[in-house]
């Protein structure tokens, strides 16, 4: 099966931009994806890419694939004490397909 | 964006019994549903996928008369826990997918399971 691995935690100030990093072993994917979990919560999409794209940019959010290294990343500009959360990478061949969790990244936020 | 939500938030039960899990898609129809569950700190790991009208699909290692998964109709699935024991506490999540998107599935809010 695929092996998608992100760092475990990730402290930042606030009004820095955050950097998540996800790498993956199955290039099949047609679709990337980042969630956000917040303490006791399901999973909120944050953003997507598909596969056929090298970057997406969303408001706060900009999302970078490098299919050739097998890695996605996910910038937060101008991060704030709400963005303290677990941020998840998944990869998944449509909305009706199963998807494959990273094994997640927690954000703390600094003041 | 669609809306899925999951009944109850929380339960706690004694071993040897069982406990049901609701998953409902509150404004769309849901052909197919998920049911993932977390352990503290760590990812989600797919355990089955719930088809309307089917058997569900089990993911290997998952035993399926042990997690039994209806899919009974289009806004409903539900997953049975049977005999819990404590080392089947844990977060359960839900998914549903809509059919008129491509790319997304909508997640449920969990459901925390505590086996005393």
């Known amino acids: 099966g695929e092996d998608v691995e992100q760092s475990l935690f990730l402290s930042v100030r606030e009004g820095d931009s955050s950097v998540i990093n996800c790498t993956y072993t199955?290039?099949?994917?047609?679709?990337l994806y980042w969630y956000k979990q917040e303490p006791g919560a399901g999973l909120q999409l944050l953003t997507y890419?598909?596969?056929?794209?090298d970057m997406k940019q969303d408001q706060r959010l900009t999302v970078l694939l490098n299919k050739k290294d097998k890695h996605l990343s996910l910038r937060i500009a101008d991060t704030q004490t709400g963005d303290s959360a677990i941020y998840f990478c998944?990869?998944?061949?449509?909305?009706?397909?199963?998807?494959?969790f990273g094994t997640g990244t927690q954000l703390k936020v600094e003041l | 964006g669609a809306v899925v939500s999951q009944h109850p938030s929380r339960v706690i039960c004694k071993s040897g019994t069982s406990v049901k899990i609701e998953c409902r898609s509150l404004?769309?129809?849901?052909?197919?549903m998920f049911w993932y569950r977390q352990f503290p700190k760590k990812s989600l790991m797919l355990m089955a996928t719930?088809?309307?009208?089917?058997?569900?699909?089990?993911e290997q290692g998952v035993e399926k008369d042990k997690f039994l998964i209806n899919h009974a109709s289009l806004t409903l699935s539900t997953l049975t826990v049977t005999s819990a024991h404590p080392e089947d506490s844990s977060f359960y999540i839900c998914?549903?997918?809509?059919?008129?998107?491509?790319?997304?599935?909508?997640f449920g809010p969990g459901t925390r399971l505590t086996v005393t």
């Open positions: 998914s549903a997918r809509d059919p008129g998107q491509t790319y997304e599935q909508y």
């Open positions: 199955d290039s099949s994917s047609t679709y």
């Open positions: 890419i598909f596969s056929n794209m």
């Open positions: 998944a990869g998944g061949t449509g909305g009706g397909n199963k998807l494959t």
């Open positions: 404004d769309f129809q849901a052909t197919t």
């Open positions: 719930s088809n309307e009208g089917s058997k569900a699909t089990y």
